[in-house]
């Protein structure tokens, strides 16, 4: 999928982004995304599940599953994408084995030192790094280190840079469902073409609570 193609897909409302499976810590199986999808009318379906360096499953078989699976749904489309944190030397955890086989890369902040110089230096590497400019690029849940450290006035403006960093750099800003108000309302301020809607959802019971949440 092209950067143009995904941006197209990310100002509809016909896609489920940000899923996770029972390949790793979510509850339903990659078929039971499928279903859903189609029962409810969503035409695109994007897994972004969990890697580290050193794989708890087999990624190929995680792969090979969402296309034969996508098989059997004429009106539903996959995106194999994935979600690997950032390590404070701005490099991210994951392996180059599976790198051809995703089209997607979401960046996340998970375990970080409490360091807020350190935690922007970290994304603007990253942002910036050569490595990565194949792959459509999005950062998910932003600001939940902020959550975590103080949503202080020099964190938010630190935070305000990052995502125009990002924004500059190509990257897709994930508006995180389960996010605080506050930094829904941050991420909203910046261009609705680099905004991408994420249920982060760990089951199919979640996709259906969040149909009340306004995106």
């Known amino acids: 999928i092209t950067q143009e193609k995904f941006k197209t897909l990310a100002s509809s409302n016909n896609y ?9 810590d979510g509850l339903n199986s990659i078929e039971d995304y499928f279903c859903y999808a189609s029962k409810n009318m969503f035409n695109t379906v994007v897994f972004t599940e969990h890697v580290r360096e ?27 994408g994935v979600e690997s944190k950032i390590f404070p030397d701005g490099t991210i955890d994951i392996p180059d084995s599976i790198l051809p086989m ?4 979401c960046f996340a902040c998970h375990s970080f030192p409490d360091d807020i110089n350190l935690y922007a230096e970290a994304f603007k590497k990253v942002f910036v790094d050569a490595k990565w400019r194949s792959f459509i690029r999005v950062w998910v849940h932003p600001g939940r280190f902020l959550q975590r450290i103080g949503l202080s006035k020099h964190n938010i403006d630190i935070f305000h840079g990052l995502l125009n960093t990002a924004v500059d750099e190509g990257v897709f800003i994930e508006k995180n469902l389960k996010q605080v108000n506050l930094l829904r309302k941050i991420i909203e301020g910046i261009p609705s073409e680099s905004q991408v809607v994420g249920h982060d959802a760990h089951s199919v019971g979640e996709l259906e609570a969040h149909k009340s949440v306004p995106s």
């Open 16 to 24: 489920l982004f940000h899923l996770h499976t029972d390949y790793t």
């Open 102 to 105: 995703i089209d997607l890369l």
């Open 54 to 80: 050193k794989i708890s499953y087999n990624f190929e078989d995680f792969y090979s599953e969402i296309r034969r699976i996508e098989n059997k749904f004429e009106n539903v489309n996959a995106i194999v």
